[in-house]
C-alpha cells in the first residue's frame, strides 16, 4: 500500500513540475527562431525540463518560501513547482531567467544549495549581458512638497 501511495505522490510531484513548464516555456521564440521544428524542440525540452532550472534553497534559514517569492516576483522572475524534500524547498524557473534569480538570492543571502550556474558569472555579472533582466518598473515621483 506505501508503494502505491509514493507512486501517486510521485506522479502528482511530476505532474505539478510538467505543466507548468509546458505553460511556461517560449513557444513564440521558438518558433521565429526555427518555425514548427522549433516549436516542436521546446516541446521536447518542456517535457524533459531542460528550458528550467531548479533551486533548491536551505529551509532552516532566515528565508521562508513567501519572502523568497516576493524576491523573485518583485524582480520579474516566473517560479513554480515548489516543493520540500530533505531539509530544503525547491522550485524551478525559466532557464532564461536562471542566472537573474540565482544573482538575486545570492546577492541577498538567501541560502542557495544544490548545483549552482556559474557562480563568478553572476557574482561580477555585466551590466547587460544574457541575463533575462526584468522590465524596467516607473517609480511614482512625488510631485507634491
Known sequence: MHKILNYRYNFFLILRNVIPTFQHAEWSAAYRKAGLLGTMWEGFRSLVGTNTWPFFIESKGDWDRKQIQQLLISHG????????????????????????????????????????????????????SKIAYPVKQQHKMNTSQ
Open 77 to 128: 522572475v516566473t517560479m513554480w513547482g515548489w516543493g520540500y524534500s530533505r531539509g530544503n524547498f525547491m522550485f524551478r524557473v525559466k532557464k532564461q531567467q536562471a542566472y537573474w534569480a540565482e544573482y538575486l538570492m545570492l546577492k541577498n543571502g538567501v541560502p542557495v544549495t544544490g548545483r549552482l550556474l556559474h557562480t563568478s558569472r553572476i557574482l561580477n555579472a555585466p551590466k547587460r
